[in-house]
C-alpha cells in the first residue's frame, strides 16, 4: 500500500510539473517537448494503478469456503443425532453436541443436571450408567473417546438410552417364555382334569375298579412328566456359576474326539475338529465349556439321524479383533426358516419329541463364561453355531 501512494505522489508531480513547463513555454518547440514527455512519463508511472483497480473491478466476490459450509452441515447433523453427545476439552464441563444432550439437562429431563455433568466428568471408563430422570430411574449406555485436537486433550462422551429397548427386550422375552411354559404345563394338565373326572365317575359305577386303576395309571404318568419338566427348568435356571482358568483347546478337541468320534463313525458319519494353531487357549471353565459343546454334538447327532453319511464340523480359530471362535456345524437339513430366534428360548424345539432345553444350557453356559453363542447358516446347507469369546 506504501509503494501505491509513492507512485501516486510521482505521478502527481510528473504531472504538476508538465503543466507549469506547458503554461511557460510560449512559441518554444523544446518546452513544448518536454511537456509532453514528462506527462507521459506521469501516466507510465500511474498506468500499473489503473490496471490494478481494472483487476480487482473484475473479479468477482468470493463465494464461502466450501469448509465453511461443510461445517454448517455437521453442526446441523450432530444437533439432530438421536443420542446425547457431548465434547469435553481439558477437563474443562463438557459442553452439549446434540439437542438430545440439551434436552437431557433442561427442565423434564434428568432431576439433577448438576448430577449429570459431574459424571461425564469424572466417570473414567465406558459402559451402561443410571440415570434419576423425571420419568424415574433409566438406564443408559456412555461411550468415552478420547481425542487429541490442535494439541489440546478432548473427549467425546455419547450416552444412548437403553431403557425403552430393554424393557421392549424383556416384554418379548417373558411373553415366549410364558407361551413356552404354558404349553407344557397345559400339555400335562389338561388329561389329568379328564382323567381325574373319569375316576370319579368310575367310583360309583359296579366293576369300574380295572378302569379307575387305568385311570390313576395315566394320572401319575402325566403328573410324573410335569415333575420332570419343572425340574429341568430348575436345572436350566440354577446352572453353577464358572470356575474361569486357562483351557487348551487341542487338549479338550482330543478329549471331545475320544468321547463322540466311536459314535459318529459306527453311524457311517466323521467328526472333524480343526484348529487354527495347536497353541490356542481360551479362559474358561473346561467342564462347562466341554457340557456346552456337547449339547451342540447332540443336536447335531438328532439333526442327522435320517442321513447315511453325516457329518460334524468343529473348529476353533482366532477371529477378527483378537477374538477366538468355536464353530460347530453339521450337514443337516438346517434350523427352518423363521426359527432362527426362537430356538434359544427355553423348551423350544424346532424337532418334534424335542425338550429344547439344549440350546438354552449352550447359551447360558457360554454367557457365564463371558461369550456369545449365535446361529449362522451356512451356504453349504445344514446348520452352524458359533460361540465367541
Known amino acids: 500500500m506504501g509503494f501505491e501512494k509513492s507512485r501516486i505522489l510521482f505521478s502527481a508531480l510528473l504531472w504538476l510539473a508538465a503543466g507549469a513547463l506547458a503554461a511557460s513555454a510560449g512559441t518554444s518547440e523544446r518546452a513544448w517537448v518536454a511537456s509532453v514527455v514528462l506527462l507521459l512519463a506521469g501516466i507510465i508511472v500511474a498506468w500499473p494503478l489503473t490496471q490494478s483497480h481494472v483487476i480487482a473491478a473484475s473479479v468477482p466476490e468470493p463465494s464461502p469456503p466450501p469448509d465453511a459450509r461443510r461445517l454448517a452441515i455437521l453442526q446441523a447433523q450432530f444437533e439432530h443425532l438421536p443420542v446425547a453427545a457431548w465434547v469435553q476439552v481439558n477437563h474443562q464441563t463438557p459442553q452439549p453436541l446434540s439437542s438430545r444432550a440439551r434436552r437431557l439437562a433442561a427442565p423434564g429431563g434428568v432431576q439433577d443436571p448438576e448430577a449429570l455433568y459431574e459424571l461425564l466428568r469424572t466417570s473414567d471408563r465406558s459402559g451402561p450408567v443410571g440415570l434419576n430422570t423425571e420419568r424415574g430411574s433409566e438406564r443408559w449406555l456412555l461411550r468415552r473417546q478420547p481425542l487429541a485436537l490442535d494439541g489440546q486433550a478432548q473427549t467425546l462422551l455419547v450416552m444412548v438410552p437403553l431403557e425403552q429397548e430393554l424393557e421392549s427386550e424383556s416384554l418379548r422375552a417373558w411373553q415366549q417364555l410364558a407361551q413356552v411354559l404354558t404349553h407344557e404345563i397345559m400339555n400335562s394338565l389338561t388329561p389329568i382334569k379328564s382323567l381325574s373326572g373319569t375316576a370319579l365317575t368310575l367310583l360309583n359305577e359296579p366293576g369300574g375298579a380295572a378302569m379307575l386303576r387305568t385311570a390313576l395309571e395315566a394320572i401319575d404318568r402325566r403328573a410324573g412328566s410335569l415333575s420332570s419338566f419343572v425340574g429341568t427348568y430348575r436345572q436350566v435356571s440354577r446352572w453353577p456359576p464358572p470356575v474361569l482358568a486357562p483351557v487348551d483347546l487341542q487338549s479338550l478337541f482330543n478329549s471331545l474326539n475320544q468321547a463322540v468320534g466311536a459314535a459318529w463313525s459306527a453311524r ?19 467342564g462347562q465349556l466341554e457340557q456346552a459343546l456337547l449339547a451342540l454334538f447332540a443336536n447335531a447327532e438328532q439333526a442327522t439321524a435320517n442321513l447315511d453319511t453325516p457329518r460334524l464340523w468343529v473348529q476353533a480359530r482366532q477371529g477378527r479383533g483378537g477374538r477366538l471362535q468355536i464353530t460347530v456345524r453339521d450337514n443337516g437339513p438346517g434350523v427352518p426358516s423363521g426359527l432362527e430366534r426362537q430356538i434359544f428360548l427355553p423348551f423350544f424345539s424346532a424337532r418334534e419329541g424335542g425338550q429344547g432345553i439344549g440350546l438354552t444350557v449352550v447359551r447360558q453356559l457360554v454367557y457365564g463364561m463371558g461369550g456369545r453363542v449365535r446361529h449362522v447358516r451356512p451356504l453349504e446347507g445344514g446348520a452352524a453355531f458359533v460361540l465367541s469369546f
Open 268 to 286: 457311517g458319519g466323521e467328526v472333524r475338529f480343526e484348529l487354527g494353531s495347536p497353541s490356542l487357549r481360551l479362559l474358561a471353565d473346561e
